[in-house]
T-cell receptor
């Protein structure tokens, strides 16, 4: 148990569906992250929130929409995804920007 | 930011010390060396980090060369549960953009 909980654990969706990934951290951290891990590729940073404010957006397509209502919760809203978006989506948190990251178990997403 | 070079894969016998090397020859003076590992189908797990001095915790030891151009992660008594991909990353304060490479796939054999 890392203190970072992601739901759902697995998700299958069609290209026209709208779904959301949820992340919750119980560590009192200030920063939260979304990462994407495609098969046989390194982890890619998607978004960073620090004190609920988005500080990084790595040219992620608009079909991925993050939301951070408070410093403990992070969402990733998905709509009109493509099959190439199938991947493991990981949430992480840290106390500050250079502190160690705590990751959730991820959501394995399949887009059909 | 500096990049790292790691072997693609390594084997180690159960109960022996696993020594995982990492080359970071372009590391800057203000960059730390971090190690994470990722067990299959899970999120990465922080192991240890250091700046100049060697570090030890309950999971592992980190040995950083004096010129800081390379480091070694040591798992003193490897178990089958240590089978994972191990990532070596360098990063400075204030930078969220960690560069994750392919890591080293460590297989512990009985």
């Amino acid at each position: 148990e890392t203190g970072v909980t992601q739901t759902p654990r697995h998700l299958v969706m069609g290209m026209t569906n709208k779904k959301s990934l949820k992340c919750e951290q119980h560590l009192g951290h200030n920063a939260m992250y979304w990462y994407k891990q495609s098969a046989k590729k390194p982890l890619e940073l998607m978004f960073v929130y620090n004190f609920k404010e988005q500080t990084e957006n790595n040219s992620v397509p608009s079909r991925f929409s993050p939301e951070c209502p408070n410093s403990s919760h992070l969402f990733l809203h998905l709509h009109t995804l493509q099959p190439e978006d199938s991947a493991l989506y990981l949430c992480a948190s840290s106390q500050d920007s250079n502190e160690k990251l705590f990751f959730g178990s991820g959501t394995q997403l399949s887009v059909l | 930011d500096a990049k790292t070079t790691q072997p693609t894969s390594m084997d180690c016998a159960e109960g022996r010390a696993a020594n995982l090397p990492c080359n970071h020859s372009t590391i800057s003076g203000n960059e730390y060396v971090y190690w994470y590992r990722q067990i299959h189908s899970q999120g990465p797990q922080y192991i240890i980090h250091g700046l100049k001095n060697n570090e030890t915790n309950e999971m592992a030891s980190l040995i950083i060369t004096e010129d800081r151009k390379s480091s070694t992660l040591i798992l003193p008594h490897a178990t089958l549960r240590d089978t994972a991909v191990y990532y070596c990353i360098v990063n400075r304060d204030g930078n969220y953009q960690l560069i994750w490479g392919a890591g080293t796939k460590l297989i512990i054999k009985p």
